[in-house]
T-cell receptor, first 113, second 111 residues
Framework: DAGVIQSPRHEVTEMGQEVTLRCKPI?????LFWYRQTMMRGLELLIY????????DSGMPEDRFSAKMPNASFSTLKIQPSEPRDSAVYFC???????????FGPGTRLTVL | EDQVTQSPEALRLQEGESSSLNCSYT??????LFWYRQDPGKGPEFLFT???AGEEKEKERLKATLTKKESFLHITAPKPEDSATYLC????????????FGTGTRLQVFP
């Protein structure tokens, strides 16, 4: 299996622009998680899905952030408009179901100028 | 408030010098504890899951243990390739299925 796939790996954009991050989970996994990692706050869960349904989005910082999972093999995290404080590494992870080990993708390093 | 604290923040070891990393937690209910390894520029890599006090898991030079209040990751005779950041995360027994991560211990092993 190829593991969790994320794209792009690096994104540099200007403040105010829309950013879309993409994730393909491991085939057969029913749960998908979006995390953000910064030096100051470590790894923080933004949102997670079970069977393509958003279960907990309490970690989404504000309305500028949105996430979708239209099918079992694809999810997006969108930031609109982006701000410099959104600069971080964003990880997608998947698991067979919530509560067991999660497998992480390589991450997307986002820089907002 | 549920909290996960890892110590030390950073650890420098000579090759072959065994040591332990600590993960302490104050949570209302624990369903499980996970250990991950993260190399620079990469996503966390799963190492172990522990579910109950007294449980131990081993993998090569690493051994993870769990008590009611903390977990230890013991590294025996480390090698330079063990250098990484080690993260622990707790899985709560109520409310939601999310993990709460500690801020990690950055381990450097010198030859």
């Amino acid at each position: 299996d190829a593991g969790v796939i994320q794209s792009p790996r690096h994104e540099v954009t200007e403040m105010g622009q829309e950013v879309t991050l993409r994730c393909k989970p491991i085939s057969g996994h029913n749960s998908l998680f979006w995390y953000r990692q910064t030096m100051m706050r470590g790894l923080e869960l933004l949102i997670y899905f079970n069977n393509n349904v958003p279960i907990d989005d309490s970690g989404m910082p504000e309305d500028r952030f949105s996430a979708k999972m239209p099918n079992a093999s694809f999810s997006t995290l969108k930031i609109q408009p982006s701000e410099p404080r959104d600069s971080a590494v964003y990880f997608c992870a998947s698991s067979h179901y919530a509560g067991v080990e999660q497998f992480f993708g390589p991450g997307t390093r986002l820089t907002v100028l | 408030e549920d909290q996960v604290t890892q110590s030390p923040e950073a650890l420098r070891l000579q090759e072959g010098e065994s040591s332990s990393l600590n993960c302490s937690y104050t949570v209302s209910g624990l369903r499980g504890l996970f250990w991950y390894r993260q190399d620079p520029g990469k996503g966390p890599e799963f190492l172990f899951t522990l579910y109950s006090a007294g449980e131990e898991k081993e993998k090569e030079r690493l051994k993870a243990t769990l008590t009611k209040k903390e977990s230890f990751l013991h590294i025996t005779a480390p090698k330079p390739e063990d250098s990484a950041t080690y993260l622990c995360a707790v899985f709560l027994s109520y409310n939601t299925d999310k993990l709460i991560f500690g801020t990690g211990t950055r381990l450097q092993v010198f030859p």
